[in-house]
Nanobody, 127 residues
């Protein structure tokens, strides 16, 4: 079983930056594709970023591309999400997810493609 724990959220002013971390325990995730999502009250869970098993591929939707960067440190069994130029509409609970697969370069952008989820960390951006 894998446990994912997000951290790094908080309150930030518009235009500011935050770096979220997703630490895995229970099993190594160094060979798993990972993703970041967010969910605002009353809205569906939204895909933000994904990274392949070997870190060769990353993918972002248009609304965060150029502002958010996903990365991984396999020595720490941790995945990160660097968020720059934050906007009030970025306010949400941010969650990381892991998929247990041997696929090397495929990345995943749907919630139903992931096997494990963290509890999330709150990000609030004030105007």
């Amino acid at each position: 079983q894998v446990q994912l724990v997000e951290s790094g959220g908080g309150l930030v002013q518009a235009g500011g930056s935050l770096k979220l971390s997703c630490a895995a325990s229970g099993r190594t995730i160094v060979t798993w594709p990972m993703g970041w999502f967010r969910q605002a009250p009353g809205k569906e869970r939204e895909f933000l970023a994904a990274i392949s098993r070997q870190s060769g591929n990353v993918y972002y939707p248009g609304n965060v591309k150029g502002r958010f960067t996903i990365s991984r440190d396999n020595t720490k069994n941790t995945v990160y999400l660097q968020m720059n130029n934050l906007k009030p509409e970025d306010t949400a609970v941010y969650l990381c997810a892991a998929r247990n697969t041997a696929q090397t370069y495929i990345i995943y952008d749907r919630t139903d493609e992931y096997d494990y989820w963290g509890q999330g960390t709150q990000v609030t951006v004030s105007s």
